[in-house]
């Protein structure tokens, strides 16, 4: 069928299989360009592999470092002639690609927060990759929600303030103008519960179940990824809900630490910069900071995407003899170019003086919808959007 994008406020409802598939060889063309990376991984687990950080760090671990890599999504496939999510499209390339290069690879399409997800994973680990164990677990996922599965019980992560009410402008991506958000603060029900699905007890639980298998390797590195800002985002961000489920990730790092001791593990969180995923596009006031950010960044020559922040994880921070240091908290900060006092302060500026009117001169709304529309596979040079393609496509095991 041809397929056409159907935008609903911050989802897009069709994906384009050959568009999703150019975009993983893209990534993969581009960790290509930069060479191999010595010293890597050699066996990754990457926990919210199919989209936006967690799909770009297993490219830079593939095909950087050669590793071979089982992941864990949660997709659609296509059905009763709908396309199936983008993520699907991702992993079916993925593999394609790892195949052709040789490298091993199996990714499990199911929760990542039960436990019957992480044994499938845990055998996945043991069938796949060579010595049956891994030397470093990325831990990327974004979700709405999670079910406890010691309880049964489901909580709701909510983008909410704390303790105030919040206002400030925001862009509305449908009507392509500057207009005003207001938010009430969150319940104490409210903020558990994001703690509960973003914070750091199911990376936990993972390390403890992979560790109780039996399936990391003596030295395992595990890495979270967290959000930091800028202070326009605070108030919605780094001090509301999604901002605390977030600081929990340090409780974690340490207590997994500890727990990895006797095979000398670590836990790290890194902090990355903004970038357009479908997590990022639902949380109110970050796409208008996005949109004047990547304006900032591009005329400074610093932009950078998922793909290049990964590269540059694995290659800068990961593998290189003398990484950047850490922060105060220990944390990786990928984001520092985004926090640089030039980027920030002229972030600052453009964001008093933008509005409808002065959309385009202070920020780069363009590129934020064409990234948006790549998601999902649209707008990607070489595709033919009038083609007919098959949208029924099985994740190759
Ligand atoms: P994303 O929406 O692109 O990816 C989320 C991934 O999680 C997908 O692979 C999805 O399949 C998977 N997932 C969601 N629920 C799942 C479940 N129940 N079981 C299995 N898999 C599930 O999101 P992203 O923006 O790449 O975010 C990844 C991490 O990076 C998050 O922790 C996010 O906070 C962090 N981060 C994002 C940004 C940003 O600007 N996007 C910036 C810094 C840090």
């Known amino acids: 069928m041809v397929v056409q994008p159907r935008i609903r406020s911050f989802i897009c409802l069709t994906a384009h299989p050959e568009g999703c ?33 967690g799909l770009a760090s297993r490219i830079a671990a593939s095909f950087g470092c050669g590793a071979g890599t089982v992941g864990v999504a949660f997709e659609k496939p296509s059905d009763k002639g709908r396309t199936a999510s983008p993520g699907w499209y991702n992993n079916v390339a993925f593999h394609d690609e790892v195949k052709k290069a040789g490298i091993p690879v199996a990714t499990v399409n199911g929760d990542a927060f039960s436990d019957e997800v992480k044994q499938e994973t845990i055998q996945a680990i043991k069938a796949t990759l060579p010595g ?22 489901t909580y709701k992560a909510t983008l909410k303030p704390i303790g105030q009410p919040f206002e400030n402008k925001n862009l509305n991506t449908d009507k392509q103008n500057v207009d ?16 509960k699905v973003m914070g750091g007890e199911d990376w936990e639980l ?6 109780e298998a039996g399936v990391l390797e ?27 489920a977030k600081k929990d990730l340090g409780r974690a790092a340490k207590a997994i630490t500890e727990k990895l001791s006797g095979l000398c593990g670590t836990a790290h969180v890194s902090v990355n910069k ?7 596009s639902a949380i109110p006031v970050v796409p208008l900071y996005i949109s004047i950010l990547f304006k900032i960044m591009k005329a400074a020559g610093n932009h ?49 003086r933008i509005n409808t009117d002065t959309l385009s001169e202070f920020a780069d709304f363009d590129a934020y919808q064409s990234e948006f529309l790549r998601l999902f596979g649209f707008g990607i040079d070489g595709v033919d959007y009038d083609a ?10």
Request: with cysteine; hydrophobic share 35%.
């Open 388 to 397: 007919d393609v098959e949208v029924d496509l099985p994740l190759p095991s």
């Open 218 to 244: 003596e030295g395992v590195q595990t890495i979270a990824y967290s959000y930091i800002g800028p202070e326009v985002t605070w108030p919605i961000y780094t001090n509301g809900t999604i901002g605390t």
């Open 21 to 53: 598939a150019e975009n993983v060889r893209q990534q993969i063309r581009y960790v290509n360009g930069k060479g191999a990376i010595e010293n890597g991984p050699k066996n990754v687990l990457v926990v919210g592999c199919s989209t936006g950080y």
């Open 132 to 153: 049956g164990k891994v030397d470093q677990v990325i831990y990327s996922l974004a979700s709405p929600r999670r079910t406890d599965p010691k309880t049964g019980e």
């Open 274 to 280: 903004a970038v357009v995923t479908q997590a990022s």
């Open 304 to 352: 950078e995407g998922c793909i290049e922040q990964m590269d540059r994880l694995y290659r800068d921070f990961l593998t290189s003899d003398a990484p950047p240091p850490p922060d105060e908290e220990g944390r990786i900060r990928l984001d520092d170019y985004e926090m640089l006092p030039d980027i920030q302060q002229a972030v600052a500026g453009n964001w008093i």
């Open 206 to 211: 993972w390390m403890e179940a992979l560790a």
């Open 180 to 195: 005003i958000v207001s938010l009430e603060p969150a319940s104490d029900e409210e903020i558990s519960g994001t703690i």
